[in-house]
């Protein structure tokens, strides 16, 4: 079993930048694709980004250019990198994994980030 463990949500000034984390209590092989989302009070969760098991990273919309993400294998740690935070960006960020071709999904408890003045 697997768990996932979100961390570095708080709260940031407009303009400013957050990192989190995500990181796996065990072992998630190549197989699986990697993702973040996020959830506003009252909207649907929307993907952030996602790294897939093969393929090259994309990233929503609302995000590109501002938001970036890496993998550290090693520690089996996804490190999501916000930068010129908005005030829309607030919401709760989950971190997931699901395997490529076999029905297995592993989410996060989710961390809270809030952008405000």
């Known amino acids: 079993q697997v768990q996932l463990v979100e961390s570095g949500g708080g709260l940031v000034q407009p303009g400013g930048s957050l990192r989190l984390s995500c990181a796996a209590s065990g072992s998630i092989s190549s197989l699986y694709d990697t993702g973040w989302y996020r959830q506003a009070p009252g909207k649907e969760r929307e993907l952030v980004a996602l790294i897939p098991s093969a393929g090259s990273t994309s990233y929503g919309d609302s995000v590109k250019g501002r938001f970036t993400i890496s993998i550290d294998n090693a520690r089996n740690t996804v490190y999501p990198q916000m930068n010129s935070l908005k005030p829309e960006d607030t919401a709760v960020y989950y971190c997931?994994?699901?395997?490529?071709?076999?029905?297995?999904?592993?989410w996060g408890q989710g961390t809270q980030v809030t952008v405000s003045s």
């Open positions: 997931k994994e699901k395997h490529s071709w076999r029905p297995v999904v592993y």
